[in-house]
């Protein structure tokens, strides 16, 4: 009778043999992104004190990085037509206008665990409204980033070319201390509105918001909920696929795209890397300074109690268990109380996304794991990752001062 | 999402309720051609096709070999031979034709680039189209097409609707259809009537209202799940027809209608879950505000057996609904 009640449901294992959930890993790989793009953000907030000259400058390179897939208008037209009205089956009772773009930047929400709904949904105007969001802990510069990707979906389902007929407001962006996050597009020629510039997206909407009761307010997105999305015109997407689309889409928007500008503020590459590499030292260090987040950690993975503090395979077993919820496949080299080795593709590591490659990963995760090592285990432990330049690479776990803590 | 306080939306409603409103409709269409057409239509759609004259039209469902909808069309005889098929899925349906039409002489085309569709829905419907058509309309029946002309430019008028209210369907060429939108509009306003704007309105709200489900709401369902049973005609052949068989003795599931007591459904998404007891016995294709019935609405897919007027609740904050038939009013 026991075994016919033994249910199936996707996980992987740690290393000390608890299970996560598919759930689970999803949840956690939306929050760690969102983690690594905060840290990166403080890099961004040294080298650039204004407020406004990093945030037109992030906008600036994720709109150009969105419409880039567009390129000829003719491409463009391709574009729209196979990847945004047939992958959305949006049938043909719809005005193809730019309003459509508010199915991609809710169908993009929802698949990030963004929790919330589409208020209004009309040919005039498209409000969207937020109860949650796992990138509250970044800043109103990325709220403001996601604009400029929004006009970039709008521009390219527009019905006149490249360029949009609405004004875009995020009127309201946890970010900024705001609870909600809420964006409505308007058309412009309907609600005699200007085009707006990257710092203008931030304005109140023409027509009221609508604000949900705080008691029918969601805590988490439908993948969560019911195990899928599905937009308006019922078309699905399953966790599964919106759990692989983070984890690959997910490092393109919210870390490549913002790193291609920041790297730009630093006086040069050197520079970037120096500052770069001590904010996510000092990022990983303050990961498990408190000795309850330690314990969280070892009852979460599942560590033995015979397994003493000052064991590294502590800190192997988190980094395991990283990758795993990554969707990074590696090998287990070594395994002892003296040393974790773990071998991997440098490029499975580095290339969430194939097409767009993100060396700089390597960097912050040796640094957050270096500092890390030494709250978590002991300062007598470090990581180190070897062999970044070659095929394979391998991620140690081992005893070794670090007497300068750099 | 629609709301109570929706001014645009309610009068939307009304329009198409009490007077006559027009608005784009314009579907997928599949033109199904060839001497074995006929044949291939019997064998994907659960309905008698052969019953359908020249000028007639028929609401099918077509089937999976595991007896679940996987479409829902309109088919319209046009002509001898020559079949039109409403679908919102056209892309998808010509492989299935293809894949099931091995050795037979069939074409299926599709055409949805060629022709626009209009709307023309609410009691008043029948006037606006007298003002707008050449020729009388005389005695068409209901799911019938015939030929007609708008000031002269050729049109197909079906008389149709998803709206549970008298209602015609104008199909015209679609270098026509800037002229054929301007002239509804002029024809409509003429008997009283107005443009509907509201997507959600004409699409979702005034349909489920009356009973009238899309595909998406039909998932896992089969006919005798569904309240399509009277669409199936169990003395031909057709896929899927020996798992329909099982389960109209033994239906796993039914189709039901949700009635909401809070004032709006913000934390229901599409397919939220539904409870009764706390325990999950089915899922909410939709909710909606159904300003004929002055509430909020929906469709549900719960275990067979819940009879109406039992309490469930459905989503993450337990949003308490009453079990309905699917036909509001």
Redesign the interface.
């Known amino acids: 009778m026991l075994r016919e009640k033994l249910g199936t449901t996707k996980c992987f294992k740690t290393a000390w043999g608890k299970l996560i959930t598919e759930q689970e890993g999803y949840t956690q790989i939306n929050r760690q992104i969102a983690a690594f793009c905060a840290n990166l953000f403080q890099v961004m907030r040294i080298f650039e004190p204004s407020w406004e000259k990093r945030t037109e400058a992030i906008c600036d390179i994720a709109n150009m990085m969105n419409m880039a897939v567009a390129g000829s208008p003719e491409e463009q037209k391709a574009y729209v037509d196979m990847s945004l009205y047939?992958a959305f089956?949006i049938?043909?009772?719809?005005?193809k206008s730019s309003w459509l773009g508010g199915i991609t930047g809710d169908s993009g929400d929802e698949w990030e665990n963004m929790a919330g709904?589409?208020?209004?949904?009309?040919?005039?105007r498209v409000e969207k409204?937020l109860d949650t969001c796992p990138w509250d802990i970044v800043g109103s510069e990325l709220c403001n980033m996601t604009t400029s990707m929004f006009t970039a979906n709008f521009d390219l389902a527009s019905s006149n070319g490249t360029e949009n007929e609405v004004a875009l407001n995020m009127c309201q962006a946890r970010g900024c201390g705001n609870k909600h996050c809420r964006v409505v597009a308007e058309r412009r020629d309907k609600y005699g509105l200007p085009k707006q510039g990257w710092l203008e997206h931030m304005q109140q909407p023409v027509d009221p918001i609508?604000d949900?009761?705080r008691?029918?307010?969601?805590?988490?997105g439908?993948c969560l909920?019911?195990g899928?999305y599905?937009?308006?015109?019922?078309e699905?997407t399953s966790l599964e696929k919106a759990y692989n689309w983070v984890a690959q889409m997910g490092w393109v928007w919210s870390v490549q795209f913002p790193m291609m500008a920041i790297r730009d503020m630093a006086p040069d590459d050197d520079e970037f890397m120096r500052v770069f590499k001590i904010v996510f030292a000092a990022a990983g260090k303050n990961q498990f300074i408190d000795p309850f987040a330690k314990e969280g950690l070892r009852s979460h993975l599942g560590v033995p109690h015979y397994i003493d503090d000052n064991d590294g395979r502590i800190l192997g077993s988190y980094i395991m268990y990283m990758l795993d919820v990554q969707l990074v496949p590696y090998e287990l080299e070594r395994w002892t109380e003296d040393e974790t080795w773990i071998r991997l593709k440098t490029e499975d590591f580095t290339a969430r996304y194939e097409m767009a490659p993100l060396d700089e990963l390597v960097d912050a995760y040796e640094a957050q794991w270096n500092g890390a090592a030494k709250t978590l285990v002991s300062p007598e432990w470090s990581c180190v990752i070897d062999g970044r330049d070659d095929e394979e690479m391998i991620i140690k776990v081992i005893r070794r001062e670090d007497l300068r803590m750099v | 999402m629609l709301f109570k306080e929706d001014k645009t939306a309610r009068l939307d409603a009304e329009t198409i309720r009490r007077s006559v409103g027009w608005y784009r409709w314009t579907h997928d269409l599949v033109e199904i051609t060839g001497k074995d057409a006929l044949e291939v239509l019997e064998k994907i759609y659960v309905s008698r096709i052969a019953k359908v004259g020249t000028g007639r039209t028929k609401y099918t469902v077509m089937l999976n070999e595991d007896g679940e909808i996987i479409d829902d069309v309109i088919v319209m005889h046009m002509k001898d031979d020559i079949y039109w098929v409403s679908d919102l899925y056209g892309p998808r349906l010509i492989p299935w034709i293809e894949a099931h039409s091995e050795g037979l002489d069939v074409q299926a085309k599709l055409i949805t680039y060629d022709w626009d569709m209009y709307a023309v829905q609410g009691p008043k419907s029948p006037e606006a189209m007298e003002k707008l058509l050449d020729k009388p309309l005389g005695e068409l029946k209901r799911f019938s097409v015939a030929e007609n002309t708008v000031s002269g430019i050729p049109v197909w008028v079906h008389r149709s609707g998803f709206t549970g209210e008298e209602g015609y369907e104008v199909y015209c060429a679609a270098d026509k259809t800037q002229d054929i939108k301007a002239l509804i509009a002029k024809a409509v306003e003429a008997a009283g009537g107005r443009e509907i704007y509201t997507l959600e309105v004409y699409v979702r709200s005034i349909p489920m209202e009356k009973g009238f489900a899309l595909k998406q709401d039909y998932k896992h369902l089969n006919p005798f799940e569904c309240g399509l049973g009277w669409a199936v005609d169990l003395e031909k052949d057709f896929i899927g027809k020996e798992r329909t068989l099982e389960i109209k003795d033994a239906p796993r599931y039914q189709m039901v209608g949700l009635e909401f007591e809070r004032e709006s459904t913000e934390d229901i998404s599409i397919w939220e879950r539904v409870y009764l007891y706390g325990v999950e016995v089915g899922r909410c294709a939709q909710a909606i505000y159904g300003y004929t019935v002055d509430k909020n609405i929906g469709f549900a897919t719960v275990r067979a057996g819940i009879p109406e007027g039992t309490k469930v609740t459905v989503g993450p904050n337990g949003s308490p609904a009453t079990v309905t038939a699917k036909k509001f009013c």
């Open positions: 047939e089956n049938p043909e009772l719809c005005e709904r589409v208020i209004q949904f009309t040919r005039d409204e609508h949900t009761p008691e029918r307010m969601v805590k988490e439908q909920r019911n899928q599905t937009q308006a015109f019922g699905e």
